[in-house]
């Protein structure tokens, strides 16, 4: 074939200003991650009030919060695979689909065992979604503009989170505590019908594929109508490898290992103080003298910050080394997570402290995820992104876990959240050691990569 005729997918896209068809699968990532945002944090806001009708003691639910992050866990490390040899699209739908079902399961739960069951279950599909998602973003997105649209279809996640909080807030007093899981399983599924009529694949994975160059035509116009291809152009993806063989083996060859390692350690150490937040944050202003109202608001504004953090640290990512932003950002979450300790006995205190803190968690964690897509190549992009927010969420097991023990203990309030600078500035200094890694072998920045 003429070589005319071929067409370098990943450098036309790169080439394109942002149009308004890739802002709509923006914002259908958006709606993807939000639903999974409002259904990974709901047990938070159920626990306090499921304990006190079923009269268990404190701490009694971080065995039921743990597990379903073990199957957020799962299913992130099963998923990004599939999703890289059938598709994002076909992976994101399955997933959104089993966690709305069993989120649906979760209201006929009797007892603390049978509701740890469904949440095990609605995790597997919760884990599966947000990574192939963002990985969806990314293959959509110019290079130059990668970290602030993947950031954007993360503000779904914080918003979601958010949401939940308000409407806890106004639906249990109301209907009880299954109404949360009612919201949760129905909005997915409604969701998914969508998904199947207009969410589209990704054109540099189907270029890569091979054979399906009229698909990935038809897509390359709709971000760019102008655009014209001969009949018999062939798409390929010429700075993509070709990778062979088990995936995640691929995350450690061509000098990725340390990358790899050190993005795992920020996931997994953030991850620790953002679950001990939102899992744990109403049962302790509650036991502080809080009403269940005020718990749940306060909590949502811990995500809520989020949103505003996400988009400001979105664009210091594509503008500055991400890295560095992402330590400065873990090292502050440090700071205002252990100062909430100090401020339960003030709601004037309280307020902005956890809008600070969850400005940085949130953020950091966010801002990690668009530089992990930005990092690993198309044909191991979801195995990359979903390898490391399933590790990262062995941080959001152990950080409710051991929130559930310290309660337990019945420590004070300031040495419970005092301990949070320990993962806080660990996932900084991993963040600081890649950034000066970067600097020192002149490697390009992960959020300006052309992979």
Known sequence: MNQSNVVDVSELIDQQKVTRFQIWVVVLCAFSTLVDGFDAVAIGYVAPVVSKLWRLPPGAFRGAMSIGLFGLMFGALVAGPLADRFGRKTVIICSSIGFGLFSLLCVTAHSLTELAIWRFLTGVGLGGAMPNALALVSEFSPRRRRSTMTVLALIGFNLGSALTGFIAAALIPAFGWTSVFWVGGIAPLALCVVFMVVLPESPRLLALRGNKDARVGALLKRINPGLSFSADARFVARDEARLSGFAVRHLFTESRALGTVLIWVMCFMNLINLYFCLNWLPTVFMNAGLSVSQSAVITGLLQAAGIVSTILLGIAGDRLNPFSVLGLAYFASGIFTACIGLSVSSIGFLVPVVFLSGFFLNGGQNLSQAVVAGYYPTLIRSTGLSWA????????????????????????????????????FCAAAAAFIMAQRQRRSQLPSPARSSQ
Do not use: D, E, H
């Open 389 to 424: 927010g399933g590790i990262g969420r062995v941080g959001s097991i152990v950080g409710p876990f051991l929130g559930g023990i310290i309660l337990s203990f019945q420590w004070k309030t300031q040495s419970l959240f005092l301990v949070t600078v320990i993962p806080a």
